[in-house]
Structure formats: C-alpha cells, structure tokens
C-alpha cells in the first residue's frame, strides 16, 4: 500500500493490443480495448486510452469513429498545466493518482495523429492547428531544455524552430486542403531546408495534379526501458529505420518516398530524462531511511522509538517508489511514418505498398476526391506480419464501392455478399434480381434487428464492435483506402451463420431459389 501511495509506476505493455496492430487485426484491437474500457472504466478516461482508440480507429479506417477519443485527448493535452510544474516527468498528479500524460514526442505525435484524423474527414482548417499545435508543444521543450534552434529566416507563415518535419508537412497538407497555396509553400520550403532528402515529396505536394494523400505507418515503435541508474531510454523495436517506400497505382509506379519521421530519432531527442540525478538521491534516500527505520524498530525497547522506526521505514519506502521511472507509453506508435502524395484519376484504383520491390499490402479499391473535395488524405497502417492477404478485387458490395461484386443482389445475412445499409434503394436491387419480393424495408431492418446487428456507428463514441464479416454485430463501411477496407472487402469470410428461426429460414429459401431461379423442382 505505501508503494502505491508513492506512485510507484509500472510499464504498462499490452502485448495482446500490440499483437493485433502489428497482424492488422484492428478489429480485434478496437475490441481488446473496449474490453479493457468496460472492466476499468477510470483508466478509460486517461489519455493513453483515447491515443490507443483512436489510432486504432484511425488505422481501421474509421476516420469519423476516431474523432471523439482523439478530441478527448486534445482537450487533455491543450490543457497547458499538464506540462507546466511537471516537465520533468511522463506522469502528472491529480488528486493524488498518477496519471500518464506521456513523452514530449508522444505528445507531438497524438497532435499529428489527431491532424491526421482531421485532413480524413476533410477538416482542415483543424488539421493544421492540430499540426502547429506539435510544432508549438516541440519549440516550448527546446526552449525549455535550452536547445532551441536558431530562428528561421524568409519564412513568413512557418516560424516555428524545430525540425519536426511531419507536422510541417501535415500543416502544408492543411493550408492546401483549404486552399491557401501561399502558406503551404512556406511550410514545405522549411522542410526542404531542414531535411534536403523531403525535397522530392515537398515538390511533388506543390504539383497541382495530385489529389490525394496517403499518411502510411510502418514498424514497430521505440521501446521505453530503464536504465537501471535512475534513467529512461528507448530502444528500437525493428531495423530498417528509413527505407523508402514505394506505392503503384494500379500497376504503375507512383511514388518512391523516405519517411517524414522517424520515431526512434525522435524518441531520443524529446523525451522527459532529466529527473536521472533527482531519482538517484530519493533511491539513496529512502534506502538510508528504510535501513535505519528498520534498526531503530527492531532494536528499541520504547514504543515511540518503534512508532518512529515504523514512520522512517514508511518515508524510506515512499522516496524509493517516486524514484521508480515510469515505463508506460503508447504501445502502438509506428516507427517511421510517410506521406505520399498520389493522383488517382478512375474510381475503383488499387493501390499497391512495397518495400525493395515486396509488395506489403494491397487496397483493392479507392475513388478519385468527390467534387467537392480539393484533396483526399487517408491513413494507412502497414501490418508488419500480415495474418490476412488482401487481393485486388473487392469481395463484398459496401457503402464505398460502385462496382459490381458476384452475389450482391443479396445480404450477406441471407447468403449473398451485399453489407450495404439497408435502405429503399437497396431493396429494390435485391427485388429486381428475384429476391425478397414483396417485403418492405421495414421487414428487412427487423431481420437485422432479430440477429442482434448494429447498423452504422453513430452515438458509438469510437468504440465500434466487430464488424458482421468477422464474426462481430455491426456493419458499416471504412474508408476507401485504408487497410480496414482492404482487410473487410478485400479477403474471403466465412458464410454467414444466422442465429434467428426467421433469418435461418429465409436464407435457406434464398439459396434454394439462386440455385433454381425459374423455381420449378429441377
């Protein structure tokens, strides 16, 4: 108990969560972390669970699903007290609990993250002040440790000084997203400047014929250890820190990029070491008081001297718990994070990902911007070990695609491959193709209804179920483009098993007539 009134702090890694991102079973992540929601709803509210959700979420490609627990996490984070007395440490007291408030790079990394999430919606004006919001959170730690760099000159719109230049390339990403060339090309030439090797990306972002940005995640992220002398480090998780990557557009090669960033170098330079000195003197410290307690308790005779003996062991044991550095982190981080942009001219484009001419992941569909987009950004999380392989067709009819798929004239409740949202329309597809004729769409929602399925995800607050495909009792559509797309359409599901009397038995009349369309005994 006195450890813990110490705060002493324990890493937190969860292996199963890190497990399902690097396999890119994000479904299974989103579920593991709503688990762990239900079963400790106060660590539910703590920064490191919104990060954890929302990039997940991000990853599956639920851009609009990551905004409410990535907005949890900026209001926590613009909180400018969370920095401000406890700069020296990755934690911060609220009433008397400890509560992770993370690394100066994980902090810039969560408003990259929720910039991101911002550009994938297609709001943009936020999207920038998120990405500035990193940019002024890493220029106050270098003011602070004294190692600002000097002040930038011919750059009117992009004064920061650090040489973050993810967050400059999300804040040009912004700027062009709602139409202000003039600041985007300060912040572009500040990144040609601080990292010569972007200037092949910077010129291609100033191309008016892209139109559309991929953000892709790639590796494992540092990990944070003890030093053993009162310090923290991180170490990298994976080799191959800056290989370039390689993206085709249905067959063709598109783009070759480094990467923007580099978590393990930044992980090194903006981190919270400089308790080291102050974690060794309150181990000393409580060690003396613990030994000398111990004496004094044991050996006195008078009830006092022990109650006192008893008090310095105490005291000894708190000092030693405070000296303990604390390892949590956010587990899921990529190391190394790229930005592509890419011009995509016919809908239904596939998209390839490789690494030295291996190809790594296929998205088997996305659609030009819509009219009334000026550009299209979507994020992607490479699986380092993939436990699906996605082809270059779609599999199953969804909200996202307008092709054609063999067996959508039916829901996939019922033994066709359709997971579109019921509506009108829909029912009327299905009854042109022979099926349902005569049911309203009424009777078909109440046959979702009578399986336990969720349509859509409104009022969800990010913390979205499984989807039907998986074996889960929710259905709805992720983004084009991303590797929850791909993952979903893209790869072969078992059938569906109703667990209704009704579904069972009209999906087997539904079947019985595809294999017997005229309806005459064969």
Not at 12 to 19: E, F, K, P
Not at 199 to 208: I, K, S, V
Not at 287 to 315: K, N, P, Y
Request: proline share 5%.
């Amino acid at each position: 108990m006195l450890l813990m009134l110490g705060g002493c702090s324990t890493s937190t890694y969860d292996g199963r969560l890190v497990h399902h991102v690097r396999t890119g079973e994000f479904g299974l992540a989103r579920g593991h972390l709503n688990h762990l929601a239900s079963a400790n709803p106060g660590q539910a509210r703590q920064l490191l669970s919104h990060l954890n959700l929302g990039v997940v979420n991000l990853a599956d490609g639920l851009a609009s699903e990551a905004e409410e627990p990535f907005q949890r996490a900026y209001e926590i984070l613009r909180l400018r007290d969370i920095n401000a007395g406890t700069r020296l440490t990755a934690a911060i007291t609220y009433e008397g609990v400890r509560y992770f408030k993370g690394e100066p790079f994980e902090q810039a990394m969560a408003y990259c993250y929720i910039a991101l999430q911002k550009a994938a919606i297609g709001d943009y004006d936020n999207c920038r002040a998120a990405a500035n919001a990193a940019l002024e959170l890493l220029d106050e730690f270098d003011s602070f440790r004294g190692t600002t760099d000097p002040v930038p000159q011919g750059f009117s719109y992009a004064v920061y000084r650090n040489q973050f230049a993810l967050a400059y390339l999300l804040s040009a990403i912004g700027n062009l997203g709602m139409g202000r060339q003039d600041e985007a090309e300060d912040f572009i030439a500040r990144v040609t400047l601080i990292n010569p090797s972007l200037g092949g990306l910077a010129r291609a972002l100033l191309d008016p014929s892209f139109n559309t940005v991929l953000v892709i995640d790639a590796g494992a992220g540092p990990r944070k250890v003890a030093m053993g002398d009162g310090g923290v480090g991180f170490i990298s998780s994976e080799r191959g820190t800056n290989r370039p990557i390689d993206v085709f557009v249905n067959g063709i090669t598109a783009v070759s990029a480094p990467p923007a960033a580099n978590l393990d170098a930044l992980a090194q330079r903006y981190s919270w070491d400089e308790l080291r000195a102050a974690r060794q003197a309150k181990e000393a410290i409580g060690t003396g008081l613990v030994i000398g307690g111990a004496v004094i308790a044991t050996q006195s005779r008078d009830d006092e001297a022990r109650l006192a003996g008893l008090a310095m062991i105490a005291a000894g044991l708190i000092a030693s718990a405070m000296a303990t550095p604390d390892l949590r982190q956010v587990d899921i981080f990529p190391q190394r994070v790229y930005i592509v942009p890419l011009r995509i001219e016919s809908p239904g484009s596939t998209i390839q990902i490789a690494f030295g001419g291996q190809a790594v992941l296929t998205i088997p569909s996305i659609d030009p911007p819509s009219h009334t987009e000026r550009l299209k950004v979507r994020s992607v999380r490479l699986p380092a070990s993939v436990a699906w392989v996605a082809g270059d067709q779609v599999l199953y009819a969804n909200d996202g695609y307008g092709g054609y798929v063999p067996g959508q004239s039916l829901p996939y409740i019922l033994g066709g491959t359709c997971v579109r949202m019921p509506t009108h329309a829909l029912l009327a597809e299905y009854q042109r193709a022979g099926y349902l004729t005569g049911m309203t769409l009424g009777e078909l929602l109440e046959l979702y209804r009578l399986e336990g399925i969720r349509l859509g995800t409104d009022g969800s607050g990010g913390r979205v179920g499984g989807h039907v495909l998986e074996g889960g009792s929710w259905l709805y559509t992720p983004q084009d483009g991303t590797a929850g797309y791909a993952r979903l359409f893209g790869r072969t599901h078992r059938p569906y098993r109703p667990k209704s009397e009704a579904v069972r038995r009209l999906a087997a009349e539904m079947q019985a007539l595809h294999q017997n369309p005229t309806g005459r005994t064969p």
